[in-house]
């Protein structure tokens, strides 16, 4: 097996910075300690801005400058004195430093900028042997012909050969669409089972800039906007020196207007577009000339409802700025969790990654990242997708997550709302949203039928046809009659509503499986090593005996669901015998229920945190239990100490929390923290979406 691998552009513009992102994501998921390693990078003025992202984004323990191994002057200064010794030597011992710390290292090569093009890709090949790695190489493929294509290829083939390289493939990107099957075909005719060799269609989002890197290489100024702003994609700048009528007319969607800083009546005018439903939506403005809104206008513009509009300042006059624009290339950006998203959906869908890794030969390691288990997560939502129901599409977080989980191909979603404001606000917000599903509560061929089946349900509880009738209006009730009636699979809200509001309607008439008592909750808790599950963190506020027994085996069971062996450890101020008192008294008693009820599953109670979780605690206390110093299931006595400790170990270890899972009803209905991350709902989604395999 192989513990690294180098890519190397044989071109500039050849978008390996998408290639070493997608390898980074298939090594994630299965190697602990990755590194990420350059031999060579541009300055030392300014971060590299593919190490900040690989290492910003996969939390990589290293500090930046064990990540490169020289800088771009001072690798030119070693070549024309002749000392090409010091510089490989010089790359070749960081490398080493950081190979003493990981499992598995992968190279990016350099970035064919400067006065080093002519021999690069050469040197790239020379650093790979001298690395001990194997070489894939990358190819640009935009604007080629296939012919030219395979010309390229054999050029870099043969300078390998002629380098002794050990070459494992090549990536040959931004193909043109149509030439895929042809290209395609010439893998298949010249390439080996061995070989890693694949191509990507041209993408042309990734091409396009964005309003941060406009931002950050202009050195430019804030004056209105959030930092959600930043990430808006620019398709196109339009300087704006004409009448405003005229620069209204030539607007268009997701463009930089570039303007003079006293052009008051552009901005105003600018400003009011964005509010009127019949004009483009821009991505940002840039005022010239280092001249700011007067203090009234800034008013103004402070005072208007958020916009999603960045506008930004910036010294130079407007033909420097128009020029310097134009010049900046597109990049990948950690902060940029959308533009990310389409580029690993990009690469996942025209790269079949096990294939990768099985070429590769990487062992899946023991230990389990938080990045491993939400991997899995994702791969068994989308080995078998589910329908999920989002009730809450006013919210812009539930937008930008929805956009995520489509890109991503994980499940189907229905939102529920009015179509025209939902597509509006979308657009506003620059997502795209092709195939989501839109129902109208107050417009659609369900509501009778749904008013109907609900009036059946609770007519024994006094409800009246008229009452169930305006029920049906409230998008919880709406969205928990779709699972009920199997119109969809699960439902995940909460964001908006609280979390009597969004259960309610579950509680009314999805109901409990058949044995279970009490709908409760757990969370899952990924470590840096593991992932375990807390229960309950989130509804019931102080259970008995026989409740927390029924918690107990609904948190097992979630385990099993997600693949966690399932060690329950029932928690308790004391642990085993020695602590008297009513509240170990019900640890106690729940503790013996469980065990009759399932037999089957290892249970240890009452027991201490520490004595759970610890094995050296566990050795001293409770030397025979075999749930001691390794439980993965751990039963809070009350919602107090569950929910305090949850936030407590999120916090202090830098765990991360997903849940509250809902445990224990007949279909999946799961509640959002009103303080809920865009993350988070695309967590909570996707754990619906397993659950409703399950129920399946």
């Not at 069971?557 to 101020?573: C, D, H, K, Q, V």
Request: charged share 25%; aromatic share 8%.
């Amino acid at each position: 097996m192989s513990n690294n691998l180098y890519i190397a552009a044989a071109e500039a513009r050849a978008g390996k910075s998408l290639i070493a992102l997608g390898f980074m994501e298939l090594l994630s998921r299965h190697v602990k300690k990755i590194g990420f390693f350059r031999p060579i990078i541009r300055s030392e003025k300014e971060k590299d801005s593919h190490i900040r992202l690989i290492s910003e984004r996969y939390n990589l323990p290293f500090a930046y400058e064990e990540m490169y191994g020289i800088t771009g002057n001072e690798a030119i200064e070693l070549v024309q004195s002749g000392d090409q010794g010091a510089l490989h030597s010089g790359i070749v011992d960081k490398y080493k430093n950081l190979e003493k710390k990981c499992d598995f290292i992968l190279c990016e090569g350099t970035d064919f900028r400067g006065t080093m093009v002519p021999f690069e890709f050469d040197m790239n090949a020379q650093l790979a042997n001298n690395l001990g790695a194997p070489v894939l190489s990358v190819i640009n493929g935009n604007g080629k012909t296939v012919h030219e294509i395979a010309e390229n290829l054999h050029i870099v083939k043969g300078t390998l050969l002629e380098e002794k390289c050990s070459w494992i493939g090549t990536c040959i990107n931004r193909v043109n669409e149509a030439d895929m099957p042809e290209v395609q075909e010439m893998f298949k005719k010249y390439g080996k089972p061995e070989e890693i060799n694949f191509a990507l269609p041209e993408k042309s989002i990734l091409q396009k800039i964005t309003m941060r890197q406009v931002v950050e290489a202009m050195n430019a100024s804030h004056i209105y906007g959030d930092d959600e702003s930043l990430n808006y994609d620019v398709m196109d700048f339009r300087v704006a020196a004409m009448s405003l009528e005229n620069v209204l007319s030539q607007s268009s969607d997701k463009i930089l207007v570039i303007t003079p800083g006293d052009r008051t009546e552009i901005l105003i005018g600018l400003f009011m577009s964005m509010l009127a439903d019949n004009f483009p939506k821009i991505s940002g403005i840039l005022l010239t000339g280092g001249i700011k809104p007067s203090e009234q206008l800034a008013r103004l513009m402070d005072g208007i409802n958020k916009i999603p509009l960045a506008v930004y300042g910036v010294k130079s006059d407007t033909y420097q700025t128009a020029m310097a624009v134009n010049k900046i290339h597109p990049i990948l950006t950690p902060e940029n969790d959308r533009r990310l998203s389409i580029a690993l959906s990009h690469f996942e869908a025209n790269v079949d990654i096990n294939i990768l890794g099985q070429i590769l030969r990487i062992t899946r390691s023991k230990v389990v990242t938080p990045v491993m288990f939400e991997y899995e997560l994702f791969e068994r939502a989308r080995a078998n997708r589910k329908h999920i129901v989002l009730p809450e599409a006013e919210d812009e977080r539930i937008l930008r997550a929805t956009e995520i989980l489509l890109k991503r191909n994980v499940v189907d979603i229905t939102l529920l709302g009015n179509e025209v404001e939902i597509f509006k606000k979308a657009k506003s917000l620059q997502l795209n949203l092709t195939g989501v599903n839109i129902i109208d509560p107050y417009d659609n061929d369900l509501v009778h039928e749904y008013t109907a089946e609900y009036f059946k349900l609770r007519k024994h509880k006094g409800i009246t046809k008229e009452q169930a009738y305006e029920l049906m209006f409230d998008v919880s009730y709406f969205g928990t009659m779709m699972v009920h009636k199997g119109h969809a699979d699960g439902m995940v809200s909460g964001a908006a509503h609280t979390t009597q509001h969004t259960i309610k309607p579950a509680f009314e008439f999805i109901k409990t499986k058949p044995g279970v008592s009490i709908v409760s909750s757990s969370f899952l808790m990924c470590f840096d090593d593991r992932v375990l599950v807390y229960g309950d963190c989130a509804v019931n506020p102080n259970p008995n005996s026989r409740d927390l027994a029924d918690i107990a085996i609904s948190s097992a069971e979630t385990a099993i669901n997600f693949g966690i062996e399932p060690r329950i450890a029932m928690l308790s101020y004391s642990t085993g015998e020695s602590g008297k008192g009513a509240d170990v008294e019900k640890v106690r008693v729940a503790t013996q229920i469980a065990r009759e009820r399932r037999p089957d599953f290892k249970i240890e109670g009452p027991i201490q945190y520490d004595a759970a979780i610890e094995p050296t605690v566990a050795k001293q206390k409770m030397p025979d239990s075999e749930v001691a110093g390794k439980a993965t299931v751990f039963i809070f006595p009350d919602l107090n100490t569950g929910n305090n400790t949850y936030k407590a170990v999120q916090r202090a270890a830098n765990a991360v929390a997903i849940g509250p899972v809902l445990q224990g009803l007949n279909k999946p209905v799961n509640d959002l923290s009103r303080g809920c991350l865009v993350k988070d709902i695309v967590n909570t989604v996707v754990i619906t979406a397993i659950q409703a395999q399950e129920e399946k």
